[in-house]
């Protein structure tokens, strides 16, 4: 609460310096003879002061929070008595984390000695006092920072160009975090797959057509070397993706072309928001529905059939899978198909092209790579999507084309490899990181081919 607090108190010193930045600029304006008399406009000279204000003193909060934890645990540790100092590495990191246990409140591993409460005393101590250091030292910044500004500001100040420098370079920093984030989670992921592909040949992971990577702890227990064929995953994968995206582009397209094309603008403002509701209900809730009422009812009329039909499908995963992202294709491809300039329809229609000849031939082909877009969002989501899969198609990984049969997911045997506690050192946690690189190569390369071929229809219809 204290650092929200801090938060808070700086954000309203940096609106107040907005203010009084801004008026100190209309004075010496009114002084000079009027706003021309200016450099920049008033509002610049108010988000000079307001970046003096609280640029310096968020930079000394964000350094002091990356370092507080680290100095106070230190000291608390100075402060020990010299035979817990001397225990090893890992155990006296229990004895530590105990420690702040007790500071917080929380369960302690063991029971709680005079040296323990002591050291748990001292830890809130420091805390306490780091806390009220870090308010008046951020406190202090801001105000130092407005003062300066304040005595920058004079009509003959570029504001407009220092805040627009300052700006870009906050732009500039948050692209490079995130160029900087997705290297560091592709680096990560890799590093750990280069593991896995030390103990299981690479070879046997791609080509493989069984996956059962269950690990025995003793070499003289059964299942002791598991098989890591990744071809059954992506096998399912891709067949509840092409029952998902099936029924969903479909509806989703048709959905978007009537909603603007054919539609009167109050059934558009009630029809659009009801269709996006579906993008909102959770996940788990559209699992409960596929296990508890669309299983069921395939399972029954398979029987009605003739049919063999599993109790955990692939199709009953797949299209209740397709219904929660019909929204993604109908409202992405809503929005590029109002974007196509009226002219163009106009144009069509001046020609003698009827409504449906124009949608067809020119609204269609202008609005393409938004809709691929927008198609390609869908594929991501229905590939990435967990719980729909371990509701309604299972954890079997069946190598099979039959959507009756069970099958199951790359995502869902990555939460199934990484939940509860694992060795991060075996095969069987390991081959979580493959299959997530993997993964990721196919998503590039179904990226790159949907933007080559995007780029090709585009060439063409211009």
Known sequence: MQNSTLIIVLLLLMAMAYQLGRRRSRRLAIAGGGVRSLHSLPSYYGFYAAIWSGLPALLVFALWMAFQSSIITDLVIADLPESTRQLPEAQLGLVVNDIHNLASGNIVSKDIDPVMQLAAEHYLSLQQTADAALMVVVVSMALLGFSLAWRFISPELRARNSVERVVKGLLIASSTIAIF???????????????????VPISEFLF?????????IREDQVGSSGAFGAIPLFAGTMLISLIAMTVAVPIGLMSAIYL???ASSRLRAIAKPVLEILAGIPTVVYGFFAALTVAPFIRDSGSILGLDVSSESALAAGLVMGVMII????????????????????ASYGIGATQSETI?????????PGIVGGVLL???????ETM??????GLSANLTANPLESVTTVTVQIVTLLVGDQEFDSPKTLAAFALGLLLFVVTLVLNVIALHVVRKYREQYE
């Not at 493989?208 to 025995?216: H, K, N, R």
């Not at 869908?378 to 990435?384: F, H, N, Q």
């Not at 729909?388 to 198609?393: N, S, T, Y």
């Open 327 to 346: 929204p993604f294709v109908s409202s992405l491809s809503d929005d590029v198909i109002n974007a196509v300039p009226q002219a163009m329809r106009d």
């Open 181 to 199: 984030t997705t290297l560091g989670i592709v680096l990560s992921v890799l590093f750990e797959a280069l593991r896995f592909f030390k103990a």
């Open 208 to 216: 493989g057509l069984e996956w059962s990577p269950q690990m025995a």
């Open 378 to 384: 869908a594929v991501s989501r229905a590939i990435g």
């Open 388 to 393: 729909i899969v371990v509701m309604a198609a």
């Open 260 to 262: 603007s094309e054919y």
């Open 360 to 368: 067809r031939q020119v609204i269609i082909p202008g609005a393409l």
